[in-house]
RNA sequence: GCCUUAGUAGCUCAGUCGGUUAGAGCGGCGGACUGUUAAUCCGUAGGUCGUAGGUUCGAGCCCUACCUGAGGCGCCA
């Protein structure tokens, strides 16, 4: 037994004057006298002051950067400014040595290149200690909103059978020898063979399986990871993301909406309230990078700036159509600094997001009513508007400064023979969708839902610029180490 | 997948026009100091310049290919 208690209730005040133990690792050891001491439980470090006149040299040379100790000794108030309480250790002991010598990580800024290359302790460093309790708390926070709403938590699965959505690339499943796999007579590989009797891969969203969640208990919500096998190298996309997939009966593009925004206002609020720690070292952090951009590189607004104004103004709400307008009314476009065209029928490109987002109305955009030929099969039809160039369908995305999308979403086609007639004009298997579209054949209703990428949510809320550090064992293309 | 860019000490970087023995800070190591807060001070050891070719009297620097990282675009969340 180790009855050791932890940093975080001892910078609370709980043990004032009392014995008491605590473990964790070195972040510094100053004057051979002074360790500032983690243990994950809080953003800031215990100081333990460690009697070294007696204490063994041989323990004293092993209390280095990052070796874990056992101190045990009376919590004081601090002599020193640096904080309120000290431990005055009269015994410390080595639990893990670190060598210097060769151990990679420094008491100094390294760079987030070569941390990505020391995963397994990367986390030990200030700033991944702050994202990962922050990823933590969005996580919980999560559950929290839809619990306290009524929505139940719903499991899509990992393994999917269906290549429907068309999200991406899969990834394949399979048990069959990739050296010698069984062949149909025609010579093609025959996937009867293999272990679910039929060809699986991971899956790429949960929405079509939470549909079913939402049909019958009215109110569900997937989180989990999902995958997608895209050579995509950017900053903002990985091959296994976890996605937070909410799915509603009885609600439209407009219920859908203030459910999204809601949504976002919420885990915000959530992280602002509980870790504020965490949130201002990594304000801070952010600052620190900005200054070393050129001015006009630069962020307009800090960390925290940014999260306390997406939480206190409402989203801007407007439709594709209105967006194609502004852009092509805008000063980027007319003086040709768009690479791509805004017009209307096209998808909207990151530039042209990010101009909505951050230029023109600077705050969270919510835009729906996209151009049905560019959307997903399932997508609810809009009625046809005169003022409107083409057909549409009720989807919305939510755009963010920094990383554009972090939600899509829509109202579900829940009328079987409009359905139906996407499904053939994509050329879509009929024949694998046939339990999607028994939920429009018995007891159908309307209903809408969204994903919100989990790691791209993380991103907003730490203010990282990469998504890889928002994730503890990042997947990308060429990038599965740990 | 495409485009751009980078690779020099453990880390972060400098290295002029192609010219002698490749530098700094931090970290490490040795010592001093001992109520420090990224402690401070003194000293010291670290490099086949990503890999393989090529041009040249001479290559860290120029050329070619490859590898790896980063950023941008596309795809999306």
Redesign the pocket.
Known sequence: MFNRVEIADVLAGKYLNQEITVCGWVR?F?????V?LFDGSDFKTL?V?VD?ENTDESVLKKI??HACIKASGKLVE??????NY?L?ADSVEILGESN??IY?M??????M??L?EKAHFRMRTQTFAAVFRIRHGVAFAIHKFFNDKGYFYHLSPSVAASDAEG??EMFRVTTLDVNKPPRTESGEIDWSEDFFGRATNLTV?GQLEAEIGALSLGKVYTFGPTF?A??????????E?W?IEPEVAFFDIFDNMNLAEEFCKYLINYILQNFPDDIAFLDKRLQDEQNKLPQDQRRAMGLLDTLKFVVENDFERITYTEAVKILRDSKPFKKGKF??EPSWGK?L???HE?YLVEKHFQKPVIVRNYPKAIKAFYMRQNERDPDVPGETVAAMDVLFPGI?????GSQREERLEKLRARIHEMHLPEEDLWWYLDLRRFGGAPHAGF???F??MVQFITGM????DVIPFPRAP??AEF
């Open positions: 510094a100053r004057n051979n006298r002074f500032a100081q002051v070294f280095s950067f601090s002599q020193g400014a640096g904080q000290e005055l210097p010598e990679p420094q008491p100094k800024q390294q760079s290149e070569f990505r999200a991406g969203s997608r895209e050579n995509s190298n950017t900053t903002r996309h990985l091959a993301f996605m690479e791509f998808d490109q990151a530039e990010r554009g999308e972090v939600i899509g994903g919100l990428g790691e791209r610029g990469n998504i890889r060429g990038s």
